[in-house]
């Protein structure tokens, strides 16, 4: 069953004008309840646009955006109530954190949505759980936090309104790797445990092929593909055509192909990629 779906969506900044430009141009997909989506494409093709139409903070010139069946724009002055429903974290959240303390700030989008306290305070110490947050840290000043428990604190107060669909515009931008690897693996966990949706956007493709169910990969505007992680990126040369790279490992697999040896072009990690190897290798030794 589709939770959110996308119609014939067209969006275009400054129209009339000299900048005109058309970010989004006739774009239709389905995105199914509990999936977990990656959302890639060169700089300029319209993810961010596409994923601001999602969550109602942008409105679509044409088309239409389906949550649970409903058009979210069926009742332009109820918007709000959507984004409770379709969270949105952007790249560096913590630039938005401004309460006195975390618990507040984490505590903020509960607020909003009219729930009492005790619901309150139990939404926030889950969340904060989520990310990885200590109870003690909840009392101190968000910005006595290091820069990757600040990103933490920032998606906890989205993950807090229990959205239906939690969607990510580059949530790890600016942090190292093992920040990287701890805030995507607490997502994931997340993911498993709320079984919610999840789009997440990402120029990194080792952390889309990892993580991603299904990719949805725009190019100018326009919806290129949408198809399980291992068939889109078994058509690596098909995405470096539109600014795109596969994951290395795949690439691996793809010039070994190339050159006549049977790899299979949907290794996505490192660890499969081995095994892909030493099993070639034993039956190129006739082992």
């Known amino acids: 069953m589709s939770i959110i779906k996308a119609e014939n969506l067209r969006f275009v900044y400054s129209p009339g004008t000299s900048f005109e430009k058309t970010a989004i141009d006739d774009v239709s997909f389905e995105i199914e309840e509990g999936e977990f989506v990656g959302v890639i494409g060169h700089t300029g093709s319209g993810k961010s646009t596409l994923v601001q139409l999602l969550n109602g903070l942008l409105r679509p010139d044409e088309g239409r955006i389906i949550l649970n069946g409903k058009d979210i724009w069926e009742k332009p002055k109820k918007i709000r109530e959507i984004r409770f ?63 990757g428990e600040k990103r933490r604190a920032a998606i906890a107060g989205v993950i807090a309104m229990d959205p239906d669909v939690l969607i990510l ?44 169910d299904r990719i949805l990969v725009m190019s100018h505007g326009k919806k290129y593909m949408l198809d399980d992680s291992e068939k889109v990126f078994s058509k690596g040369r098909e995405l470096e055509e539109i600014g795109l790279r596969v994951p290395q490992i795949t690439k691996i697999m793809l010039m070994l192909k190339e050159r006549g040896i049977s790899a299979d072009t949907s290794v996505l990690t490192v660890e499969h990629g081995f095994n892909e190897i030493v099993n070639l290798t034993g039956t190129a030794k006739g082992v």
């Open 85 to 147: 429903k379709v969270g949105m974290v952007f790249q560096y959240p913590e630039y938005q954190l401004f309460e006195e303390t975390v618990y507040k700030d984490i505590a903020y989008g509960p607020g909003n949505m009219g729930l009492d306290n005790e619901e309150i305070d139990k939404r926030v110490r889950e969340a904060a759980s989520f990310v990885g947050l200590r109870d003690d840290q909840l009392e101190v000043s968000p910005f006595e936090l290091s820069g």
């Open 169 to 212: 515009d580059e949530p790890t931008a600016g942090l190292d790797p093992l920040g990287r690897d701890a805030l995507l693996s607490r997502i994931v966990d997340y993911h498993n445990v709320r079984k919610n949706t999840v789009l997440l956007v990402s120029h990194s493709m080792e952390d889309i092929a990892r993580l991603a």
